[in-house]
């Protein structure tokens, strides 16, 4: 039989709780970790959606933003992606996926954002939480950013970082999609060695963003898809990158 | 083909042309209304218009047709947004290129509930003898403070508002300055969080080229030149993205 519960929220009071928990785990990283408080009226809400979720441990983001979406589907709440005391609650339904226990027995929960989504204002951080920034992406772009999102679902990652911080390319199917052309490896299902230098190097994932950023003063990026996008980006610099179809197309237009 | 990466034929759509104002309605959701003047544009009707609403990593993009056909004001819903204050980009498009190069273009346009609207640097206009602009430091945020006292022929604050001339002049050193007081004066490197120096860093980190200010060294004042280099970089960033040189010969070629 599958352990599931009814989806709750997270009150004030619950919040305050588990943003207390993380800093106790910052320093104390080997305590024990209660949270069987989450289902009790005091610290969340029930939402009287129906919705049942799993028990599960998730590896990746992509196996989290599949389920979740999925189940999440018919909770009717204003901003739902955004919601601090659904995301809150999920956090820590699904602790021991975002804040495993190492091998030294430790858990390292990391900035509270990645756990607790940012209240209104503090918009800045809100896609880097651990569940509620991939299954955002997933919701807007579907399986044709999976490549983002098959990355350790405890950590966010540099990778995800570059593209997803800044909503012009977040939002822009066709220029994930040509990130993911760029500079991931199918074969090891992994950024390609090098593509994520912090060095600025020639047709590295740092330097796409930029060049992107100056494409987006001359074109309507939005609207296009990844292989058009792929042909506005400087062969000399980017065609290395490229998968040897898309180059040798390129080339011969040229 | 030749790919051109820094050729832009596209014109400014000036925030006189553009107004928005944002009401919730009656079931809680935002929407907004906007009124596009393009009468003196010099865009076909043929030019496709986009608007993009975002704030923070949050973006809804609303395809409008071209420009002949949509009838201004347009009243849209944003069923993703819970913020007071929503910004806003316009694009007229040419899709008949097959590429979507930008027209006309404008980003940053603010609306508020209630008629809020919310600035980076507001700009005040007083009496400063001699001096032509300054920044305050001493509100509670940071202003730019302009001289008031002119021969009635110089409409000042059509010159602060348009003039590509002031602008190519003054902003670069507008920023360089609230840099420097915020990073290095103030030791401020928190990029999260909603005071006005993060909203600064956040504004100058998203500039292309410019790297994450978690790559430098931590405690500016023992690090002076590695902050230095990052605000050079941001400000050198900032007058190639808004065409500073350009808009200097504009202004002043003959």
Redesign the interface.
Known sequence: MTDQVELRVMNGDGIRQFRELIDDLHSNPGMNVDLSWIYENRWSDSIESGVLVEKREFKQKLEAARYLMRTLYKVEL??K??HQGLWAWLSAYYFDSVCPVDDRGERKPGKP?RHIPPA????????RHLLAGPIRLYEMHGEAIKFLLRSDISKHGDFLEQL?????I??SKGILEAAGLLYWDQNTNKPKVGARS?D?EPGTL?RY???L???M????????DGV?IL?????KEFGSWMPEDIRSQLKS?? | ?K?R????G?KKIYRNQVEVHLDKTDS??LQFILDLNWDNMEVPSTAEV?I?A??????Q?F?LGTLGSVEFPITKTLS????DVVYFRI?L?NREDG????LASCSGVSAGIGGKRTSLLPVAYRDLGDLIWRINFDRDVPHLEINRQYRSDIPIADIVQGNPGFQALVFPAVLEELLTHILIINEHTE????EWQ?QWL?FAS????V?SLE?LPPRPMENVSDYEVWIEDAVDSFC??HDLKKSFEKAFGG
């Open positions: 204003v901003n992606y955004f954002y209104d204002r503090y918009w800045r951080t809100i896609y997803a911080s800044r909503q012009e977040a939002a912090k600025r740092r963003v930029d060049v950023q100056q494409l003063l001359t074109y309507d990026l939005y609207s296009m058009a042909r506005l980006l400087p062969q237009e040229d | 083909m790919r990466m820094n050729f832009t596209r809680g959701e986009a993009e975002y704030v923070g990593s949050n973006v993009r395809d993703e947004f819970f913020s694009k498009i590429l979507g190069k930008l990029i999260e969080g909603d993060s956040f998203l500039l292309p080229g790297k790559e190639r993205r």
